[in-house]
């Protein structure tokens, strides 16, 4: 006999503005025990620093979370000049400081230029990537330090919004960018580039996929509604499950092919997409999942929702 599940069936993504110094982790216990969500699972993790857009998945959405994570991002953050941490941000221990003040503004902007378009990174240790099962920031903790790979992303957007001078300046900029993306790895190959070291000392991403900062909502929110047993309202909050996939095209099925795409056999569908995926919804628009063409060019389900 099945274990039945404890907690409410509640499905949805929640746009989270993550608090600052909390690990996602933490942040998407403590709204699943808000909601008393019978299944939860975030879109890929923000560090302790960063606040801003964190996409938690509920119920069915979990089935679409690795979209999220595969998509693309924007931030805000501060660059401090001159300070070099072992994490590449506030968080670490400062291993270096070097003259900056004479860094002008205009070689800021230049040297911020080689950061756009397709760049390679080498992920930091600090990082949530796993080697052999275990995350590097875990390993760096514990004083060991493994090679890493170069990886490619891709920087659409790299703006410097703001220069503060001083013994250490500080530079506010807007990023947009591939998943992936290290933000303090930009930090720290800035400061190398401009040969005076620098870390992230504020990170705040604006923007996950579709999902913006406009649509966060803060765990004291939540808690407030949660404390008038109102979830009802909570439940208003959650954005509607194909929302993580407003960049796939979408087929709508006949009753008859409902039907048969519920039980996992394929269909004829007139003009359907050549993507490689596409979402499903029935003629009155209910979201039923993603689907596929075989190789017979007919329309065959490849994640369905559960209904009723």
Not at 13 to 24: A, G, Q, T
Not at 64 to 89: E, H, I, P
Not at 184 to 200: K, M, P, Q, T, Y
Not at 295 to 301: E, S
Request: charged share 25%; glycine share 8%.
């Amino acid at each position: 006999m099945a274990r039945r599940r404890r907690g409410r069936p509640v499905d949805g993504i929640l746009v989270l503005d993550k608090p600052l110094d909390k690990s996602s982790n933490w942040a998407l216990q403590v709204a699943r025990a808000i909601y008393q969500a019978q299944k939860a699972g975030h879109t890929g993790s923000l560090d302790p620093l960063a606040t801003g857009v964190l996409p938690l998945c509920f119920g069915e959405a979990t089935k679409f979370s690795q979209y999220l994570l595969d998509s693309d991002k924007a931030y805000r953050s501060t660059f401090t000049l001159g300070v070099s941490t072992a994490t590449g941000d506030a968080e670490g221990e400062v291993i270096s400081t070097q003259p900056a003040a004479d860094i002008s503004e205009q070689q800021v902007l230049a040297a911020l230029a080689q950061f756009r378009g397709e760049i390679e990174q080498v992920p930091s240790m600090y990082s949530a990537l796993k080697h052999q099962g275990q995350p590097l920031y875990k390993l760096a903790r514990k004083g060991i330090e493994v090679e890493r790979k170069r990886r490619q992303v891709e920087i659409f957007t790299l703006d410097l919004e703001a220069y503060r001078a001083g013994e250490h300046p500080e530079i506010d900029v807007y990023i947009e960018c591939s998943k992936g993306t290290y933000v303090r790895s930009i930090a720290e190959d800035l400061g190398a580039a401009l040969g005076c070291g620098a870390h992230v000392s504020m990170l705040r991403r604006t923007a996950a996929g579709p999902f913006v900062e406009s649509q966060g909502v803060s765990l004291a929110q939540l808690q407030v509604l949660r404390d008038n047993e109102a979830f009802a309202d909570l439940d208003a909050l959650l954005q509607p499950v194909d929302q993580a996939l407003t960049h796939l095209p979408s087929v709508a099925l006949s009753e008859a092919a409902v039907d048969y795409i519920k039980q996992g056999q394929a269909v004829m569908v007139p003009k359907a997409p050549s993507d490689s995926e596409f979402k499903l919804y029935s003629e009155q628009g209910h979201f039923l999942g993603i689907g596929e063409l075989n190789d017979d060019g007919l329309v065959k389900p490849r994640r369905l929702i559960a209904t009723n």
